[in-house]
């Protein structure tokens, strides 16, 4: 896993929210999806870790977007918890992972992922949590890489064009999302392992595999 991404290791991320202001608006579900390798080196779907959350006091939450997603953020048998407990459980099992597979930074994968990522990040700061083990401004979009690789950048279209199966009712719910997205990722990386494996035997001739990894400290690419 540290070589095919560069001491990265991805995690789907997807998140249920109140808005689209991740200042702002209520961070209402966050679930996490690990994605694992085999003894071949092909990407598979590992656990999903989902959390219903609390809305922190004084977000705003727009109707509009509860009709989209079905949340009713105040039902008295809504098993929520703070920002702050979803996100150190998640964080925890992400520094699993990465100790698992010698990486030193998780990166997040999600589906129009900046989206994802600027409330993960807006949540971090709000939350005061020190230690956020994916890296703070690059990612993996599925939408980008299933445009080009399956023609289709809506996430039901491009789950369906490659054979899965699409449950519209289960459709923006953080986990259900978060899962399909982890099949497309897992479908287009083991596509393109060949190219990879090109790739890695190109860069060994250029000397790039023995100069030391980068550090977790460095942001500045990826």
């Known amino acids: 896993m540290a070589q095919r991404f560069r001491g990265y290791l991805p995690v789907v991320v997807d998140v249920e929210t109140g808005g689209f202001n991740a200042e702002t608006d209520a961070l209402l579900e966050?679930?996490?999806v690990m994605i694992d390798m085999d003894a071949d080196g092909r990407l598979r779907?590992?656990?999903?870790h989902n959390y219903h959350v609390r809305p922190f006091e004084g977000a705003k939450i727009d109707p509009a977007s509860l009709q989209v997603n079905g949340i009713d953020p105040f039902h008295p048998l809504r098993p929520a918890i703070p920002e702050h407990d979803a996100l150190q459980r998640i964080f925890r099992e992400v520094?699993?992972?990465m100790k698992a597979y010698d990486c030193h930074r998780a990166i997040l994968v999600g589906h129009n992922a900046a989206f994802d990522l600027g409330f993960l990040n807006a949540t971090v700061k709000r939350a005061d949590l020190k230690r956020n083990p994916f890296h703070p401004f690059?990612?993996?979009?599925?939408?980008?890489?299933?445009?080009?690789?399956l023609g289709q950048t809506v996430l039901a279209k491009a789950v369906m064009i490659s054979g899965l199966d699409w449950d519209?009712?289960?459709a923006h719910s953080a986990a259900y999302d978060?899962?399909?997205t982890a099949d497309v990722f897992c479908l287009v990386c083991n596509r393109l392992r060949e190219s990879f494996l090109g790739a890695h035997s190109r860069a060994r001739a250029l000397g790039w595999?023995?100069?030391p990894a980068a550090s977790e400290s460095d942001h500045s690419e990826t």
């Not at 779907?45 to 999903?48: A, K, P, V, W, Y």
């Not at 690059?138 to 690789?149: E, I, M, N």
Request: aromatic letters at 4%; hydrophobic letters at 40%; a positive charge.
């Open 30 to 32: 966050i679930a996490a």
């Open 45 to 48: 779907r590992g656990l999903t």
């Open 95 to 97: 520094r699993h992972a």
């Open 138 to 149: 690059s990612c993996f979009d599925t939408a980008t890489l299933a445009g080009a690789a």
């Open 168 to 170: 519209k009712s289960s």
């Open 178 to 180: 978060a899962e399909r």
């Open 209 to 211: 595999l023995n100069r």
